[in-house]
Protein backbone atom coordinates (compact mmCIF):
# COMPACT_ATOMS: atom_id res chain seq x y z
CA UNK A 1 0.00 0.00 0.00
CA UNK A 2 1.63 3.40 -0.58
CA UNK A 3 2.01 5.59 1.94
CA UNK A 4 0.79 9.19 2.47
CA UNK A 5 2.72 12.40 3.90
CA UNK A 6 1.74 12.40 7.40
CA UNK A 7 4.26 9.53 8.77
CA UNK A 8 5.72 12.25 11.19
CA UNK A 9 2.79 14.77 11.52
CA UNK A 10 -0.99 14.94 12.71
CA UNK A 11 -3.51 15.40 9.75
CA UNK A 12 -6.34 17.85 10.10
CA UNK A 13 -4.13 19.61 12.77
CA UNK A 14 -6.62 23.32 12.49
CA UNK A 15 -9.14 23.82 15.03
CA UNK A 16 -11.95 21.68 13.98
CA UNK A 17 -15.05 24.02 15.14
CA UNK A 18 -13.90 27.73 13.69
CA UNK A 19 -17.31 29.08 14.95
CA UNK A 20 -16.70 28.45 18.48
CA UNK A 21 -12.84 28.36 19.38
CA UNK A 22 -11.39 28.37 22.83
CA UNK A 23 -8.33 28.76 23.91
CA UNK A 24 -8.11 25.00 25.23
CA UNK A 25 -7.50 22.35 21.82
CA UNK A 26 -5.89 19.11 22.14
CA UNK A 27 -5.89 17.04 18.95
CA UNK A 28 -6.08 13.50 19.24
CA UNK A 29 -5.30 12.72 14.92
CA UNK A 30 -2.47 10.86 14.28
CA UNK A 31 -1.47 6.86 14.92
CA UNK A 32 -4.56 4.86 16.72
CA UNK A 33 -4.62 1.26 16.91
CA UNK A 34 -7.82 -0.29 15.00
CA UNK A 35 -8.19 -3.83 15.74
CA UNK A 36 -4.41 -4.26 17.00
CA UNK A 37 -2.92 -2.47 13.65
CA UNK A 38 -1.99 1.20 13.05
CA UNK A 39 -4.11 3.28 11.41
CA UNK A 40 -3.87 7.17 10.71
CA UNK A 41 -6.88 9.38 12.12
CA UNK A 42 -9.27 10.77 10.97
CA UNK A 43 -8.85 9.04 7.52
CA UNK A 44 -11.27 6.45 7.34
CA UNK A 45 -9.82 2.55 7.37
CA UNK A 46 -10.62 1.79 3.75
CA UNK A 47 -8.82 5.08 1.85
CA UNK A 48 -5.17 4.68 0.66
CA UNK A 49 -4.79 7.97 3.15
CA UNK A 50 -5.21 5.70 6.65
CA UNK A 51 -1.88 3.46 6.08
CA UNK A 52 -4.19 0.92 6.91
CA UNK A 53 -3.51 -3.09 6.49
CA UNK A 54 -5.70 -4.80 8.47
CA UNK A 55 -9.28 -6.36 7.57
CA UNK A 56 -12.32 -3.89 7.70
CA UNK A 57 -15.40 -5.70 9.37
CA UNK A 58 -18.55 -4.16 10.73
CA UNK A 59 -16.96 -4.04 13.89
CA UNK A 60 -14.25 -1.71 14.53
CA UNK A 61 -12.19 -1.11 17.76
CA UNK A 62 -10.08 1.48 18.05
CA UNK A 63 -7.92 2.57 20.34
CA UNK A 64 -5.67 5.26 21.69
CA UNK A 65 -3.21 6.10 24.49
CA UNK A 66 -2.47 9.47 25.33
CA UNK A 67 -0.80 12.01 28.26
CA UNK A 68 -2.66 14.97 29.04
CA UNK A 69 -0.60 18.27 27.76
CA UNK A 70 1.06 19.78 31.32
CA UNK A 71 -1.43 22.92 30.98
CA UNK A 72 -4.44 20.50 30.50
CA UNK A 73 -3.12 18.71 33.74
CA UNK A 74 -2.72 21.68 36.16
CA UNK A 75 -5.91 23.17 34.86
CA UNK A 76 -8.13 20.46 35.81
CA UNK A 77 -6.46 18.61 38.62
CA UNK A 78 -4.95 21.58 40.79
CA UNK A 79 -6.84 23.73 43.05
CA UNK A 80 -9.70 21.81 43.87
CA UNK A 81 -10.47 22.86 40.05
CA UNK A 82 -13.89 22.87 38.54
CA UNK A 83 -13.30 22.22 35.39
CA UNK A 84 -14.11 19.63 32.47
CA UNK A 85 -12.19 18.18 29.72
CA UNK A 86 -14.98 17.36 26.60
CA UNK A 87 -14.19 14.82 24.35
CA UNK A 88 -15.25 15.63 20.52
CA UNK A 89 -15.57 13.66 17.50
CA UNK A 90 -16.16 15.06 14.17
CA UNK A 91 -17.86 12.01 12.90
CA UNK A 92 -17.96 8.59 13.50
CA UNK A 93 -19.77 6.05 11.16
CA UNK A 94 -22.29 4.52 11.87
CA UNK A 95 -22.69 3.67 15.93
CA UNK A 96 -19.66 4.29 17.91
CA UNK A 97 -19.41 3.66 21.71
CA UNK A 98 -16.86 5.19 23.99
CA UNK A 99 -15.19 3.91 26.79
CA UNK A 100 -12.25 5.81 28.73
CA UNK A 101 -9.89 3.87 30.81
CA UNK A 102 -12.10 0.96 29.77
CA UNK A 103 -14.98 2.74 31.33
CA UNK A 104 -17.95 3.05 29.46
CA UNK A 105 -18.55 6.79 28.42
CA UNK A 106 -21.94 6.73 26.14
CA UNK A 107 -22.77 6.25 22.52
CA UNK A 108 -23.56 7.45 19.48
CA UNK A 109 -25.66 6.88 16.43
CA UNK A 110 -24.94 8.00 12.78
CA UNK A 111 -22.39 8.77 10.71
CA UNK A 112 -22.20 12.62 9.67
CA UNK A 113 -22.53 14.46 12.91
CA UNK A 114 -20.14 15.79 15.45
CA UNK A 115 -20.83 14.63 19.37
CA UNK A 116 -19.02 14.86 22.57
CA UNK A 117 -18.88 13.57 25.98
CA UNK A 118 -17.99 15.31 29.24
CA UNK A 119 -15.28 12.72 29.96
CA UNK A 120 -13.62 14.33 33.57
CA UNK A 121 -14.93 11.63 35.93
CA UNK A 122 -13.13 8.64 33.73
CA UNK A 123 -9.26 10.59 33.81
CA UNK A 124 -7.08 8.78 35.92
CA UNK A 125 -5.17 11.69 37.75
CA UNK A 126 -2.31 9.89 39.62
CA UNK A 127 -1.54 8.09 35.86
CA UNK A 128 0.52 9.86 33.16
CA UNK A 129 -1.25 7.80 30.40
CA UNK A 130 -5.01 7.85 29.26
CA UNK A 131 -6.80 5.48 27.05
CA UNK A 132 -9.85 5.95 24.80
CA UNK A 133 -11.56 3.25 23.44
CA UNK A 134 -14.26 3.48 20.23
CA UNK A 135 -16.14 0.50 19.18
CA UNK A 136 -17.45 1.51 15.98
CA UNK A 137 -20.31 -0.59 14.44
CA UNK A 138 -21.08 0.01 10.59
CA UNK A 139 -23.45 -2.28 8.31
CA UNK A 140 -24.19 0.25 5.96
CA UNK A 141 -27.64 -0.21 7.85
CA UNK A 142 -30.33 2.04 5.53
CA UNK A 143 -32.22 2.80 8.86
CA UNK A 144 -29.38 5.17 9.28
CA UNK A 145 -28.49 8.22 7.05
CA UNK A 146 -25.59 6.56 3.80
CA UNK A 147 -25.22 8.90 0.78
CA UNK A 148 -23.66 7.43 -2.37
CA UNK A 149 -22.07 4.44 0.22
CA UNK A 150 -22.20 0.81 -0.95
CA UNK A 151 -20.31 -1.92 -0.60
CA UNK A 152 -20.69 -3.11 -3.78
CA UNK A 153 -19.43 0.14 -5.68
CA UNK A 154 -19.96 1.04 -9.26
CA UNK A 155 -21.61 3.90 -11.30
CA UNK A 156 -22.97 6.53 -9.07
CA UNK A 157 -22.39 4.35 -5.66
CA UNK A 158 -19.02 4.69 -4.29
CA UNK A 159 -16.75 3.09 -1.46
CA UNK A 160 -18.57 3.47 1.91
CA UNK A 161 -16.04 4.35 4.70
CA UNK A 162 -16.09 2.82 8.43
CA UNK A 163 -15.55 4.39 11.61
CA UNK A 164 -13.72 7.58 12.76
CA UNK A 165 -13.57 9.76 9.52
CA UNK A 166 -13.30 13.42 11.23
CA UNK A 167 -10.94 15.07 14.01
CA UNK A 168 -10.98 13.89 17.54
CA UNK A 169 -10.01 16.47 19.66
CA UNK A 170 -10.36 17.70 23.54
CA UNK A 171 -10.83 21.08 25.10
CA UNK A 172 -11.38 22.40 28.60
CA UNK A 173 -14.90 24.12 29.91
CA UNK A 174 -15.29 25.79 32.95
CA UNK A 175 -18.06 24.29 35.00
CA UNK A 176 -20.50 26.49 33.76
CA UNK A 177 -20.06 27.22 30.41
CA UNK A 178 -21.11 28.29 26.51
CA UNK A 179 -22.30 25.32 24.81
CA UNK A 180 -24.18 26.82 21.83
CA UNK A 181 -24.29 30.29 19.78
CA UNK A 182 -27.05 30.66 16.92
CA UNK A 183 -26.31 33.87 14.67
CA UNK A 184 -29.37 35.02 12.69
CA UNK A 185 -28.16 37.77 10.16
CA UNK A 186 -29.24 40.06 7.88
CA UNK A 187 -28.23 43.40 6.10
CA UNK A 188 -28.33 45.51 9.04
CA UNK A 189 -27.02 43.17 11.83
CA UNK A 190 -27.76 39.95 13.57
CA UNK A 191 -29.57 38.59 16.91
CA UNK A 192 -27.32 36.53 18.61
CA UNK A 193 -28.51 33.81 21.18
CA UNK A 194 -26.33 32.36 23.83
CA UNK A 195 -26.88 28.78 25.24
CA UNK A 196 -24.81 28.01 28.21
CA UNK A 197 -24.31 24.39 29.96
CA UNK A 198 -23.63 23.33 33.81
CA UNK A 199 -21.74 20.49 33.85
CA UNK A 200 -22.62 19.71 37.61
CA UNK A 201 -26.19 19.60 36.50
CA UNK A 202 -25.38 18.00 33.50
CA UNK A 203 -28.23 19.99 31.55
CA UNK A 204 -28.80 23.46 30.14
CA UNK A 205 -28.93 25.69 32.97
CA UNK A 206 -32.06 28.91 33.24
CA UNK A 207 -31.28 29.17 36.77
CA UNK A 208 -29.61 32.01 36.78
CA UNK A 209 -29.36 35.23 35.14
CA UNK A 210 -26.41 35.34 32.94
CA UNK A 211 -25.34 37.83 31.11
CA UNK A 212 -23.33 38.13 28.03
CA UNK A 213 -20.52 41.33 26.68
CA UNK A 214 -19.95 40.82 22.95
CA UNK A 215 -16.83 42.31 21.20
CA UNK A 216 -17.40 42.83 17.33
CA UNK A 217 -14.02 43.87 15.52
CA UNK A 218 -14.69 45.80 12.47
CA UNK A 219 -13.07 46.14 8.96
CA UNK A 220 -10.53 48.74 10.42
CA UNK A 221 -9.95 46.47 13.64
CA UNK A 222 -12.57 48.75 15.89
CA UNK A 223 -13.54 47.15 18.60
CA UNK A 224 -17.83 47.60 19.21
CA UNK A 225 -18.58 46.35 22.76
CA UNK A 226 -22.51 45.10 23.07
CA UNK A 227 -24.14 43.96 26.67
CA UNK A 228 -27.19 42.36 27.28
CA UNK A 229 -29.15 41.54 31.16
CA UNK A 230 -29.75 37.81 28.92
CA UNK A 231 -28.04 35.43 26.74
CA UNK A 232 -29.29 36.90 23.70
CA UNK A 233 -29.46 40.29 22.08
CA UNK A 234 -29.61 41.77 18.94
CA UNK A 235 -26.41 43.50 17.34
CA UNK A 236 -27.53 46.56 15.01
CA UNK A 237 -24.06 47.52 13.05
CA UNK A 238 -24.98 49.64 9.97
CA UNK A 239 -26.35 52.83 10.84
CA UNK A 240 -24.86 55.72 9.78
CA UNK A 241 -21.84 56.17 11.53
CA UNK A 242 -21.12 52.28 11.25
CA UNK A 243 -21.77 51.16 7.98
CA UNK A 244 -18.65 51.68 6.21
CA UNK A 245 -17.16 49.46 8.79
CA UNK A 246 -19.60 46.15 8.43
CA UNK A 247 -19.61 45.54 4.20
CA UNK A 248 -22.56 42.91 3.13
CA UNK A 249 -21.24 39.04 2.41
CA UNK A 250 -21.38 38.28 -1.06
CA UNK A 251 -19.65 35.94 -3.49
CA UNK A 252 -17.83 38.76 -5.13
CA UNK A 253 -16.93 39.98 -1.58
CA UNK A 254 -16.69 37.60 1.34
CA UNK A 255 -16.72 39.92 4.19
CA UNK A 256 -16.48 38.06 7.37
CA UNK A 257 -16.12 39.69 11.29
CA UNK A 258 -14.49 38.23 14.04
CA UNK A 259 -16.73 38.68 17.75
CA UNK A 260 -15.99 37.37 21.01
CA UNK A 261 -18.37 35.89 23.78
CA UNK A 262 -17.62 36.63 27.43
CA UNK A 263 -20.54 35.10 29.88
CA UNK A 264 -21.36 36.33 33.10
CA UNK A 265 -23.51 34.80 36.10
CA UNK A 266 -24.98 38.55 36.54
CA UNK A 267 -25.13 42.30 35.67
CA UNK A 268 -22.97 43.00 39.27
CA UNK A 269 -19.96 40.66 38.20
CA UNK A 270 -20.10 42.25 34.36
CA UNK A 271 -20.06 45.93 35.85
CA UNK A 272 -17.16 44.86 38.31
CA UNK A 273 -15.13 43.63 35.48
CA UNK A 274 -14.62 40.11 37.50
CA UNK A 275 -13.20 37.53 35.01
CA UNK A 276 -15.75 35.86 32.56
CA UNK A 277 -17.26 32.05 33.02
CA UNK A 278 -16.53 31.32 29.76
CA UNK A 279 -14.92 32.68 26.50
CA UNK A 280 -15.56 31.91 22.88
CA UNK A 281 -14.60 33.62 19.85
CA UNK A 282 -16.50 33.72 16.53
CA UNK A 283 -17.16 35.28 13.44
CA UNK A 284 -20.33 36.09 11.47
CA UNK A 285 -21.05 37.54 7.74
CA UNK A 286 -24.46 40.05 7.39
CA UNK A 287 -26.19 38.66 4.30
CA UNK A 288 -29.98 37.88 3.67
CA UNK A 289 -31.61 35.25 1.35
CA UNK A 290 -34.84 35.91 0.28
CA UNK A 291 -37.86 35.37 -2.69
CA UNK A 292 -38.67 38.36 -3.52
CA UNK A 293 -40.94 39.21 -6.36
CA UNK A 294 -39.36 41.54 -9.03
CA UNK A 295 -41.30 42.60 -12.46
CA UNK A 296 -43.70 40.29 -11.83
CA UNK A 297 -41.58 37.04 -11.11
CA UNK A 298 -40.17 35.60 -8.02
CA UNK A 299 -36.94 35.22 -8.15
CA UNK A 300 -33.89 34.11 -5.33
CA UNK A 301 -32.48 37.59 -4.04
CA UNK A 302 -29.35 37.71 -1.67
CA UNK A 303 -29.21 40.89 0.00
CA UNK A 304 -32.21 42.34 -1.85
CA UNK A 305 -30.86 41.59 -5.35
CA UNK A 306 -31.75 38.82 -7.78
CA UNK A 307 -28.55 36.08 -7.88
CA UNK A 308 -28.64 33.02 -9.88
CA UNK A 309 -26.95 30.00 -8.00
CA UNK A 310 -24.45 29.04 -11.52
CA UNK A 311 -23.56 26.25 -9.78
CA UNK A 312 -22.06 22.47 -9.77
CA UNK A 313 -22.74 19.31 -7.64
CA UNK A 314 -19.77 18.64 -5.19
CA UNK A 315 -19.53 15.11 -4.40
CA UNK A 316 -17.42 15.57 -1.68
CA UNK A 317 -15.06 12.20 -2.69
CA UNK A 318 -11.27 12.33 -3.00
CA UNK A 319 -8.95 9.19 -4.01
CA UNK A 320 -7.07 9.42 -1.01
CA UNK A 321 -9.16 9.95 1.74
CA UNK A 322 -12.75 9.02 0.53
CA UNK A 323 -14.62 11.18 2.56
CA UNK A 324 -11.37 13.70 2.98
CA UNK A 325 -8.53 15.28 1.28
CA UNK A 326 -5.03 14.89 2.67
CA UNK A 327 -5.84 17.99 4.37
CA UNK A 328 -8.21 20.76 5.07
CA UNK A 329 -5.95 22.32 1.42
CA UNK A 330 -7.91 19.69 -0.53
CA UNK A 331 -11.60 21.66 0.56
CA UNK A 332 -10.02 24.99 -0.32
CA UNK A 333 -8.18 23.98 -3.11
CA UNK A 334 -11.82 22.68 -4.87
CA UNK A 335 -13.97 25.80 -4.23
CA UNK A 336 -10.84 27.96 -5.75
CA UNK A 337 -10.77 25.72 -8.87
CA UNK A 338 -15.01 26.26 -9.41
CA UNK A 339 -14.24 29.70 -8.86
CA UNK A 340 -12.05 30.22 -11.08
CA UNK A 341 -14.63 28.59 -13.84
CA UNK A 342 -16.86 31.38 -12.60
CA UNK A 343 -18.83 29.11 -10.32
CA UNK A 344 -20.52 30.57 -7.49
CA UNK A 345 -22.60 27.66 -5.91
CA UNK A 346 -21.69 24.36 -4.54
CA UNK A 347 -24.59 21.59 -4.71
CA UNK A 348 -22.94 19.52 -1.57
CA UNK A 349 -24.53 16.43 -2.54
CA UNK A 350 -25.88 13.94 0.33
CA UNK A 351 -23.19 14.50 3.02
CA UNK A 352 -22.05 16.51 5.65
CA UNK A 353 -18.56 17.73 5.64
CA UNK A 354 -16.01 18.80 8.06
CA UNK A 355 -16.63 22.57 9.51
CA UNK A 356 -13.06 23.18 7.63
CA UNK A 357 -15.33 22.93 4.67
CA UNK A 358 -18.16 25.31 5.08
CA UNK A 359 -15.76 28.20 6.76
CA UNK A 360 -13.62 27.72 3.59
CA UNK A 361 -17.05 28.38 1.66
CA UNK A 362 -17.77 31.45 4.28
CA UNK A 363 -14.55 32.94 3.68
CA UNK A 364 -13.85 32.23 -0.42
CA UNK A 365 -17.14 33.28 -1.08
CA UNK A 366 -19.04 30.28 -2.23
CA UNK A 367 -22.66 29.62 -1.74
CA UNK A 368 -23.74 26.59 -1.04
CA UNK A 369 -26.93 24.43 -1.62
CA UNK A 370 -26.93 21.68 1.21
CA UNK A 371 -28.79 18.53 0.84
CA UNK A 372 -29.64 16.06 3.85
CA UNK A 373 -28.34 12.79 3.88
CA UNK A 374 -30.64 10.19 2.92
CA UNK A 375 -31.66 7.29 4.29
CA UNK A 376 -33.95 3.99 3.39
CA UNK A 377 -34.20 2.09 0.48
CA UNK A 378 -33.16 3.03 -3.13
CA UNK A 379 -34.64 1.57 -5.71
CA UNK A 380 -33.35 2.09 -9.61
CA UNK A 381 -36.71 1.25 -11.53
CA UNK A 382 -38.62 2.94 -8.64
CA UNK A 383 -36.75 6.08 -7.84
CA UNK A 384 -34.98 6.97 -11.31
CA UNK A 385 -36.10 5.38 -14.15
CA UNK A 386 -40.03 5.24 -13.79
CA UNK A 387 -40.14 8.97 -13.04
CA UNK A 388 -37.05 10.11 -15.73
CA UNK A 389 -39.15 8.40 -18.35
CA UNK A 390 -42.67 8.44 -17.48
CA UNK A 391 -44.02 10.64 -14.09
CA UNK A 392 -41.81 12.64 -11.82
CA UNK A 393 -44.79 15.07 -10.68
CA UNK A 394 -45.92 12.64 -7.84
CA UNK A 395 -45.48 8.57 -7.48
CA UNK A 396 -48.18 6.72 -8.56
CA UNK A 397 -50.11 4.25 -6.14
CA UNK A 398 -47.78 1.39 -7.38
CA UNK A 399 -44.60 3.50 -7.12
CA UNK A 400 -44.79 4.24 -3.74
CA UNK A 401 -42.09 3.47 -1.44
CA UNK A 402 -42.63 0.41 0.78
CA UNK A 403 -43.87 2.07 4.29
CA UNK A 404 -41.01 3.86 6.34
CA UNK A 405 -41.04 2.56 9.49
CA UNK A 406 -41.47 4.71 12.54
CA UNK A 407 -38.09 3.94 13.19
CA UNK A 408 -36.74 5.46 9.86
CA UNK A 409 -39.03 8.39 9.83
CA UNK A 410 -37.28 9.35 13.54
CA UNK A 411 -34.06 9.13 12.55
CA UNK A 412 -34.33 10.99 9.45
CA UNK A 413 -36.23 14.29 11.19
CA UNK A 414 -33.76 14.37 13.89
CA UNK A 415 -30.50 13.62 12.11
CA UNK A 416 -31.71 16.51 9.51
CA UNK A 417 -32.84 18.93 12.61
CA UNK A 418 -29.14 18.36 14.06
CA UNK A 419 -27.50 18.93 10.65
CA UNK A 420 -29.68 22.44 10.31
CA UNK A 421 -29.03 22.80 14.33
CA UNK A 422 -25.12 22.22 13.26
CA UNK A 423 -24.70 24.28 10.33
CA UNK A 424 -26.94 27.18 11.06
CA UNK A 425 -23.99 29.71 11.59
CA UNK A 426 -22.57 29.44 7.73
CA UNK A 427 -22.80 32.38 5.89
CA UNK A 428 -22.59 30.70 3.01
CA UNK A 429 -25.30 28.03 3.65
CA UNK A 430 -28.65 29.43 1.95
CA UNK A 431 -30.59 26.67 0.67
CA UNK A 432 -31.24 22.91 1.35
CA UNK A 433 -32.72 20.35 -0.05
CA UNK A 434 -34.54 17.30 1.64
CA UNK A 435 -34.80 14.91 -0.51
CA UNK A 436 -33.22 13.91 -4.13
CA UNK A 437 -35.16 12.00 -6.40
CA UNK A 438 -37.56 10.09 -4.55
CA UNK A 439 -34.47 8.62 -2.11
CA UNK A 440 -35.88 7.61 1.01
CA UNK A 441 -38.86 10.34 0.10
CA UNK A 442 -42.20 10.35 2.67
CA UNK A 443 -44.18 12.58 4.10
CA UNK A 444 -42.82 15.21 1.97
CA UNK A 445 -45.04 18.16 2.51
CA UNK A 446 -44.97 18.00 6.25
CA UNK A 447 -41.22 17.84 6.42
CA UNK A 448 -41.00 21.34 4.34
CA UNK A 449 -43.49 22.62 6.98
CA UNK A 450 -41.32 21.51 9.60
CA UNK A 451 -38.23 22.44 8.42
CA UNK A 452 -39.06 25.87 7.27
CA UNK A 453 -40.18 26.45 10.64
CA UNK A 454 -36.98 25.40 11.91
CA UNK A 455 -34.84 27.84 9.91
CA UNK A 456 -36.84 30.30 7.74
CA UNK A 457 -33.51 32.23 6.91
CA UNK A 458 -32.74 29.60 4.11
CA UNK A 459 -34.50 28.44 0.99
CA UNK A 460 -36.11 25.11 0.72
CA UNK A 461 -36.05 22.57 -1.70
CA UNK A 462 -38.45 19.63 -1.03
CA UNK A 463 -37.67 17.55 -3.73
CA UNK A 464 -34.86 17.94 -5.97
CA UNK A 465 -35.69 16.88 -9.19
CA UNK A 466 -38.82 14.40 -7.99
CA UNK A 467 -41.27 13.42 -6.86
CA UNK A 468 -42.66 16.85 -6.94
CA UNK A 469 -44.73 18.49 -3.42
CA UNK A 470 -47.26 21.51 -3.63
CA UNK A 471 -45.02 22.87 -0.78
CA UNK A 472 -41.23 24.05 -1.92
CA UNK A 473 -39.71 27.36 -2.07
CA UNK A 474 -38.34 26.08 -5.72
CA UNK A 475 -39.36 24.29 -8.33
CA UNK A 476 -36.69 21.97 -8.96
CA UNK A 477 -35.84 19.48 -12.07
CA UNK A 478 -33.29 17.29 -13.05
CA UNK A 479 -32.60 17.27 -16.76
CA UNK A 480 -30.01 14.75 -18.24
CA UNK A 481 -29.68 13.31 -21.75
CA UNK A 482 -31.45 16.68 -23.49
CA UNK A 483 -31.20 20.13 -23.55
CA UNK A 484 -35.31 21.38 -23.77
CA UNK A 485 -36.09 25.34 -24.03
CA UNK A 486 -36.95 25.74 -20.53
CA UNK A 487 -38.15 30.08 -21.12
CA UNK A 488 -41.77 29.13 -21.44
CA UNK A 489 -41.34 26.41 -18.18
CA UNK A 490 -40.16 29.47 -16.39
CA UNK A 491 -42.79 32.01 -17.63
CA UNK A 492 -45.14 29.63 -16.09
CA UNK A 493 -43.60 28.44 -13.04
CA UNK A 494 -44.78 30.60 -9.45
CA UNK A 495 -41.18 29.70 -7.85
CA UNK A 496 -38.03 30.10 -8.62
CA UNK A 497 -37.06 27.48 -11.14
CA UNK A 498 -33.91 25.67 -9.94
CA UNK A 499 -32.18 23.20 -12.29
CA UNK A 500 -30.50 21.25 -9.66
CA UNK A 501 -28.73 18.90 -12.07
CA UNK A 502 -27.91 18.61 -15.83
CA UNK A 503 -25.11 17.71 -17.99
CA UNK A 504 -22.89 15.08 -16.91
CA UNK A 505 -20.75 14.33 -19.96
CA UNK A 506 -18.13 12.09 -20.04
CA UNK A 507 -14.80 12.53 -21.04
CA UNK A 508 -12.01 10.03 -19.97
CA UNK A 509 -8.25 11.49 -19.20
CA UNK A 510 -5.87 8.80 -19.70
CA UNK A 511 -3.25 8.61 -16.77
CA UNK A 512 -5.99 10.10 -14.79
CA UNK A 513 -8.68 7.27 -14.19
CA UNK A 514 -9.56 5.75 -11.20
CA UNK A 515 -10.93 3.14 -12.57
CA UNK A 516 -9.20 1.93 -15.85
CA UNK A 517 -12.88 0.82 -16.76
CA UNK A 518 -14.82 3.73 -15.67
CA UNK A 519 -17.69 5.29 -18.21
CA UNK A 520 -20.41 5.94 -15.62
CA UNK A 521 -21.96 9.53 -16.98
CA UNK A 522 -24.65 11.22 -19.52
CA UNK A 523 -23.52 11.74 -22.68
CA UNK A 524 -20.26 11.34 -24.01
CA UNK A 525 -17.12 13.73 -25.09
CA UNK A 526 -13.46 12.40 -27.32
CA UNK A 527 -11.61 15.85 -26.05
CA UNK A 528 -11.45 19.21 -24.46
CA UNK A 529 -12.65 21.22 -26.62
CA UNK A 530 -15.95 18.80 -27.74
CA UNK A 531 -16.90 18.36 -23.94
CA UNK A 532 -16.64 22.53 -23.34
CA UNK A 533 -18.63 22.28 -26.62
CA UNK A 534 -21.01 20.62 -25.52
CA UNK A 535 -21.69 22.69 -21.82
CA UNK A 536 -21.34 25.87 -23.45
CA UNK A 537 -24.32 24.97 -25.89
CA UNK A 538 -26.34 23.18 -23.50
CA UNK A 539 -25.89 26.80 -21.00
CA UNK A 540 -26.50 28.91 -24.67
CA UNK A 541 -29.54 26.44 -25.52
CA UNK A 542 -31.01 25.83 -22.39
CA UNK A 543 -30.60 27.45 -19.14
CA UNK A 544 -29.25 31.71 -21.12
CA UNK A 545 -32.33 32.15 -22.41
CA UNK A 546 -34.68 31.56 -19.18
CA UNK A 547 -33.10 33.58 -16.29
CA UNK A 548 -35.06 36.95 -17.60
CA UNK A 549 -38.23 34.69 -17.22
CA UNK A 550 -37.60 33.37 -13.89
CA UNK A 551 -34.68 30.17 -13.77
CA UNK A 552 -32.54 31.35 -10.80
CA UNK A 553 -29.94 28.69 -10.69
CA UNK A 554 -28.44 25.67 -12.47
CA UNK A 555 -26.00 23.08 -11.24
CA UNK A 556 -23.82 21.26 -13.43
CA UNK A 557 -22.54 17.49 -12.52
CA UNK A 558 -20.10 17.64 -11.27
CA UNK A 559 -16.94 19.47 -9.87
CA UNK A 560 -14.67 16.32 -10.45
CA UNK A 561 -14.52 12.51 -11.69
CA UNK A 562 -15.65 10.30 -8.98
CA UNK A 563 -14.17 6.94 -9.06
CA UNK A 564 -16.29 5.14 -11.98
CA UNK A 565 -17.48 8.42 -12.76
CA UNK A 566 -15.92 10.49 -15.57
CA UNK A 567 -17.72 13.38 -15.68
CA UNK A 568 -15.86 16.39 -13.72
CA UNK A 569 -15.04 19.77 -14.78
CA UNK A 570 -11.66 17.57 -13.55
CA UNK A 571 -10.42 14.84 -12.79
CA UNK A 572 -10.89 12.56 -9.61
CA UNK A 573 -7.20 14.19 -8.92
CA UNK A 574 -7.88 17.48 -9.50
CA UNK A 575 -4.69 17.85 -11.65
CA UNK A 576 -6.21 18.02 -15.07
CA UNK A 577 -9.01 20.37 -16.10
CA UNK A 578 -11.11 18.60 -18.43
CA UNK A 579 -12.61 22.33 -20.05
CA UNK A 580 -11.49 25.23 -21.61
CA UNK A 581 -11.78 27.71 -18.42
CA UNK A 582 -11.94 30.89 -21.11
CA UNK A 583 -15.57 29.53 -22.42
CA UNK A 584 -16.63 28.63 -18.64
CA UNK A 585 -16.03 32.60 -17.52
CA UNK A 586 -17.82 33.59 -20.70
CA UNK A 587 -20.38 31.47 -20.08
CA UNK A 588 -20.38 32.91 -16.28
CA UNK A 589 -20.28 36.41 -17.58
CA UNK A 590 -23.33 36.08 -19.49
CA UNK A 591 -25.51 34.60 -16.45
CA UNK A 592 -24.27 38.01 -15.09
CA UNK A 593 -25.58 40.42 -18.15
CA UNK A 594 -28.68 37.91 -18.06
CA UNK A 595 -29.30 39.16 -14.70
CA UNK A 596 -28.76 42.85 -15.13
Same mark, same amino acid.
Given at each position: ??????????????????????????????????????????????????????????????????????????????????????????????????????????? @??????????????????????????????????????????? +???????????????????????????????????????????????????????????????????????????????????????????? +?????????????????????????????????????????????????????????????????????????????????????????????????????????? @?????????????????????????????????????????????????????????????????? @??????????????????????????????????????????????????????????????? @???????????????????????????????????????????????????????????????????????????????????????????????????? +???????????????????
Amino acid at each position: MKENNFQNSIPFSEYPRPQMKRDSFFNLNGTWKLNDKDILVPFPPESQASNFNGKISSDLEYTKEFVLPDDFRNQLFQNNSKNHLLLHFGAVDQIATIFVNDVFVGT @HHGGYLPFYFDITDYLTENSAKQTIKVIAKDTLNHLFPYGKQK +KNRGGMWYTPVSGIWQTVWMEIVPEIYISKLKIVPDTKGFDLFVETTNCKLLQKDEDFDFCVKISVKSKSGKIYEFESSKTDLRIDLRNQET +KAEFELWSPDSPALYDFCVELFLSKETMNQKQKPLDCVNSYFALREIQIKKIDGINKICLNDKPIFLHGVLDQGYFPEGIYLPESSEGFKADILRMKELGINTLRK @HIKIEPEIFYYECDKNGMLVMQDFVNNGSYNFLRDTAIPTILCKKGRKKHLKDCAPSSLRQKIFVE @HSEQTVEHLFNHPSIIYYTIFNEGWGQFNANFMYKNFKELDSSRIWDTASGWFKNPLSDVESD @HIYFKTPTLVEKAKNCEKPLIISECGGYTLKIENHIWNPKAKYGYGSSNSKKELTQKIVQMYKKMIIPAIKHGLSGCVYTQLSDVEDEINGFYTYDRKVC +KVEKEAMLEIAEEIKREMN
